[in-house]
């Protein structure tokens, strides 16, 4: 079993950055792909960014330039540094594990982008 915890989400203005964590603890010597993914009120959960074992990254297009997805394996830990940030990056953001046989959500981290 993989358990993912996030952290870093909040209010910032528009222009400013966020940095999210996510924690991974367990079996994560099954984990081979990580990544985050948001999700606002109203709207379907869409694929951020994610991260291979080997550090393939993808980022989807409303991202690119402006986030940056990484790995710290020592820390069993990715990260989302999230800059020039938009009132349309408001959502709740979700930390996924792909692993062997299954998969692991996170609990969501909050942010909100706003003046």
């Known amino acids: 079993q993989v358990q993912l915890v996030e952290s870093g989400g909040g209010l910032v203005q528009p222009g400013g950055s966020l940095r999210l964590s996510c924690a991974a603890s367990?079996?994560?010597?099954?984990?081979?792909?990580m990544g985050w993914y948001r999700q606002a009120p109203g709207k379907q959960r869409e694929l951020v960014a994610s991260i291979t074992s080997g550090g393939s990254t993808n980022y989807a297009d409303s991202v690119k330039g402006r986030f940056t997805i990484s790995r710290d394996n020592a820390k069993n830990t990715i990260y989302l540094q999230m800059n020039s940030l938009k009132p349309e990056d408001t959502a709740r953001y979700y930390c996924?594990?792909?692993?062997?046989?299954?998969?692991?959500w996170g609990q969501g981290t909050q942010v909100t982008v706003s003046s």
């Open positions: 996924y594990a792909g692993e062997l046989l299954t998969q692991s």
């Open positions: 367990g079996s994560i010597f099954s984990i081979f792909i």
